[in-house]
């Protein structure tokens, strides 16, 4: 198998504190995939400021040789999330010029079709919000060819140091002195054998040896990152967040020699050693006062010496989270354990309330509008006649013209800030803000809908599962966990048309882009709806001849795939993206609420 990685470290990005570990940690990597026979190239600013056309340059040349079967990215330096979905690395420049950062989402997109079967990222950066206006409008540049290479698509995995909206930690360690990046220390301490119980076999190989895949290293960081955590200050919140899509006999690191000589030490160099035999002698950072330690809750399970300590974990938080949550789907839980902090739960829990509150009564008006909850509208304007605003006490009732082509709406809010939606006939949009959030956009079939009576006899398990998969969504994770797959969506769509649009990112982010062109036929062909977003994530943004709903992406991550389309938008809103809010639904500031102004005013004369 040949192998590359192109190993990025940035300690000094100007205006920004310095990083101490962000060069060192990128040697350390250099170190190990150079033991493992990777061709390298390694890129940091120990010497010289690090651009954003040197890394396309390196990237580019393994690229193009089309013989490579893996590669990885690593980066070690800040980073930022500008909205779920949406993020970038910043480079020595990139507060002074935007292109000199790099775009995380759209470079993660496009690494699928250049040819090469597996591709890894390796994040070891924050994840934190923008704090001011000049590091929110950085966009950043695509370090990958814009092609397409015909065949099977590459598998994706991606190691994030942190959960979105949170920092990622540099720290000495019980073994050395030396500052390292967590995410870094324990990456590598798996990669390099230290951690006995993810070596596995495969198939393809002769039983001598021994191998780290990413799926088995994506267990070990779970655990080891949050623990090690934990001991510096339990206050501290460092959940990584790993996606996997390669299976067996894709590996990362084929440990040398015979394994049984390897060094016997614990599953991480900041926990105690008998988590290596699958038991835990120090409290965990994730706790409940029902399990004081995990250690007393794998005790009173009567599990024995040598059980995989992650399905602990996870079987510790299933009973959480059972309790916690409207839904009880087993799988899901599963797929949820070991990556929440009660904290976390709390809040997923109480944001998932409030949108289920406001959106289990059916609404039996025959007519189509908007319900807003959470905060007072200003105004609405429309694409075509004028909409009737009743004001009520904890909401707002928008009223569509009846028999006039509307399918978008700007919803102007009461600070200034403002939300595009589409209008779908015969349906009505439920907006639900907490705290100036916008957290769910919901569509319930109105009283002269043909799937009304259906809805109103199914609404309960409709809106207990999208009102989960809404938080989830806002808070960062997979909403495909609670929405399901393609076929699932289809049974459910003719309900509420957002879950299918919240699909679609997730199925976006995770390469599966046959279901997202089954969703927009069976939309387009079967509802007559055509989401602008959709429309988008299948590439059929310019070739729809039927217009699309609203005029721009509903959801902020659909910005970035917005760039080889930009041109497709009218002036004013292309400016207006400039003043985007870092939240999950497209929502401007005031000075993006001018410009959507002004658009409006022009496409009403």
Same mark, same amino acid.
């Given at each position: 198998?040949?192998?590359?990685?192109?190993?990025?470290?940035?300690?000094?990005?100007?205006?920004?504190?310095?990083?101490?570990?962000?060069?060192?940690?990128?040697?350390?990597?250099?170190?190990?995939?150079?033991?493992?026979?990777?061709?390298?190239?390694?890129?940091?600013?120990?010497?010289?400021?690090?651009?954003?056309?040197?890394?396309?340059?390196?990237?580019?040349?393994?690229?193009?040789?089309?013989?490579?079967?893996?590669?990885?990215?690593?980066?070690?330096?800040?980073?930022?999330?500008?909205?779920?979905?949406?993020?970038?690395?910043?480079?020595?420049?990139?507060?002074?010029?935007?292109?000199?950062?790099?775009?995380?989402?759209?470079?993660?997109?496009?690494?699928?079709?250049?040819?090469?079967?597996?591709?890894?990222?390796?994040?070891?950066?924050?994840?934190?919000?923008?704090?001011?206006?000049?590091?929110?409008?950085?966009?950043?540049?695509?370090?990958?060819?814009?092609?397409?290479?015909?065949?099977?698509?590459?598998?994706?995995?991606?190691?994030?140091?942190?959960?979105?909206?949170?920092?990622?930690?540099?720290?000495?360690?019980?073994?050395?002195?030396?500052?390292?990046?967590?995410?870094?220390?324990?990456?590598?301490?798996?990669?390099?054998?230290?951690?006995?119980?993810?070596?596995?076999?495969?198939?393809?190989?002769?039983?001598?040896?021994?191998?780290?895949?990413?799926?088995?290293?994506?267990?070990?960081?779970?655990?080891?990152?949050?623990?090690?955590?934990?001991?510096?200050?339990?206050?501290?919140?460092?959940?990584?967040?790993?996606?996997?899509?390669?299976?067996?006999?894709?590996?990362?690191?084929?440990?040398?020699?015979?394994?049984?000589?390897?060094?016997?030490?614990?599953?991480?160099?900041?926990?105690?050693?008998?988590?290596?035999?699958?038991?835990?002698?120090?409290?965990?950072?994730?706790?409940?006062?029902?399990?004081?330690?995990?250690?007393?809750?794998?005790?009173?399970?009567?599990?024995?010496?040598?059980?995989?300590?992650?399905?602990?974990?996870?079987?510790?938080?299933?009973?959480?989270?059972?309790?916690?949550?409207?839904?009880?789907?087993?799988?899901?839980?599963?797929?949820?354990?070991?990556?929440?902090?009660?904290?976390?739960?709390?809040?997923?829990?109480?944001?998932? &309330?409030?949108?289920?509150? +406001?959106?289990? =009564? !059916?609404? /039996?008006?025959?007519?189509?509008? %908007?319900?807003? $909850?959470?905060? @007072?509208?200003?105004?609405?304007?429309?694409?075509?006649?004028?909409?009737?605003?009743?004001?009520?006490?904890?909401?707002?009732?928008?009223?569509?013209?009846?028999?006039?082509?509307?399918?978008?709406?700007?919803?102007?809010?009461?600070?200034?800030?403002?939300?595009?939606?589409?209008?779908?006939?015969?349906?009505?949009?439920?907006?639900?803000?907490?705290?100036?959030?916008?957290?769910?956009?919901?569509?319930?079939?109105?009283?002269?809908?043909?799937?009304?009576?259906?809805?109103?006899?199914?609404?309960?398990?409709?809106?207990?599962?999208?009102?989960?998969?809404?938080?989830?969504?806002?808070?960062?994770?997979?909403?495909?966990?609670?929405?399901? &797959?393609?076929?699932?969506? +289809?049974?459910? =769509? !003719?309900? /509420?048309?957002?879950?299918?649009? %919240?699909?679609? $990112?997730?199925? @976006?982010?995770?390469?599966?882009?046959?279901?997202?062109?089954?969703?927009?036929?069976?939309?387009?062909?079967?509802?007559?709806?055509?989401?602008?977003?959709?429309?988008?994530?299948?590439?059929?943004?310019?070739?729809?001849?039927?217009?699309?709903?609203?005029?721009?992406?509903?959801?902020?991550?659909?910005?970035?795939?917005?760039?080889?389309?930009?041109?497709?938008?009218?002036?004013?809103?292309?400016?207006?993206?400039?003043?985007?809010?870092?939240?999950?639904?497209?929502?401007?500031?005031?000075?993006?609420?001018?410009?959507?102004?002004?658009?409006?005013?022009?496409?009403?004369?």
């Amino acid at each position: 198998m040949k192998r590359c990685a192109v190993i990025i470290g940035v300690g000094k990005s100007d205006g920004m504190q310095p990083l101490k570990s962000a060069v060192d940690d990128a040697d350390k990597f250099e170190v190990w995939a150079r033991g493992q026979g990777f061709e390298t190239t390694l890129i940091t600013d120990k010497e010289d400021k690090v651009t954003v056309g040197e890394v396309f340059k390196a990237i580019s040349a393994y690229t193009s040789s089309r013989s490579f079967d893996q590669m990885i990215i690593f980066f070690s330096g800040h980073g930022m999330l500008q909205a779920p979905g949406r993020e970038v690395w910043f480079l020595s420049d990139a507060l002074k010029n935007s292109n000199e950062a790099i775009d995380l989402a759209e470079s993660i997109d496009m690494s699928r079709y250049i040819g090469i079967p597996h591709i890894v990222f390796i994040s070891d950066a924050c994840r934190n919000l923008p704090r001011g206006l000049s590091a929110s409008r950085i966009s950043g540049s695509v370090i990958f060819p814009n092609e397409y290479i015909e065949g099977k698509n590459g598998d994706v995995d991606v190691f994030y140091a942190s959960r979105p909206g949170s920092p990622a930690f540099a720290a000495a360690s019980t073994y050395s002195p030396e500052i390292q990046g967590i995410l870094t220390r324990h990456i590598l301490e798996g990669l390099n054998g230290h951690v006995r119980t993810i070596a596995k076999q495969l198939a393809d190989y002769d039983d001598s040896k021994w191998f780290v895949t990413a799926f088995s290293l994506k267990g070990h960081i779970e655990l080891a990152v949050p623990l090690a955590i934990s001991k510096i200050d339990i206050e501290l919140d460092q959940m990584p967040e790993v996606r996997v899509e390669s299976h067996d006999p894709k590996y990362l690191s084929e440990l040398k020699g015979s394994y049984g000589q390897h060094v016997e030490r614990s599953i991480g160099t900041d926990i105690d050693p008998g988590v290596r035999f699958g038991f835990f002698s120090r409290r965990a950072y994730f706790e409940d006062p029902q399990f004081e330690s995990l250690s007393s809750y794998y005790r009173r399970q009567g599990r024995g010496v040598g059980e995989n300590p992650d399905k602990v974990i996870q079987t510790a938080f299933s009973e959480i989270l059972q309790k916690s949550f409207v839904t009880t789907d087993k799988l899901i839980m599963q797929e949820l354990a070991g990556r929440l902090s009660k904290k976390m739960i709390e809040t997923l829990q109480g944001e998932s &309330d409030v949108i289920y509150d +406001r959106s289990i =009564k !059916p609404v /039996d008006y025959d007519d189509t509008g %908007l319900i807003i $909850y959470g905060m @007072a509208v200003k105004s609405v304007l429309v694409n075509s006649g004028t909409c009737e605003l009743i004001r009520n006490d904890d909401h707002t009732l928008v009223k569509m013209p009846q028999n006039c082509e509307v399918s978008a709406a700007l919803v102007i809010l009461h600070n200034d800030t403002s939300v595009p939606v589409a209008i779908l006939d015969k349906y009505w949009g439920v907006l639900v803000l907490m705290k100036g959030v916008l957290l769910a956009v919901n569509y319930i079939p109105g009283g002269g809908h043909r799937h009304y009576y259906d809805y109103v006899e199914k609404n309960i398990e409709i809106e207990r599962r999208r009102s989960l998969a809404a938080a989830l969504a806002v808070n960062g994770f997979r909403s495909d966990l609670i929405i399901g &797959d393609a076929k699932c969506v +289809r049974q459910l =769509k !003719p309900f /509420d048309p957002s879950l299918a649009l %919240l699909a679609c $990112y997730a199925y @976006a982010s995770a390469g599966k882009r046959d279901d997202i062109s089954s969703l927009y036929v069976y939309m387009s062909v079967e509802l007559g709806i055509r989401f602008f977003d959709v429309g988008l994530l299948t590439g059929f943004l310019q070739e729809e001849i039927f217009p699309m709903a609203p005029f721009c992406p509903m959801v902020t991550q659909g910005w970035a795939y917005m760039r080889p389309h930009m041109d497709f938008l009218d002036k004013d809103i292309q400016l207006a993206a400039q003043y985007l809010k870092p939240d999950l639904w497209t929502t401007f500031d005031q000075k993006g609420t001018e410009h959507m102004v002004s658009y409006f005013n022009k496409i009403k004369i």
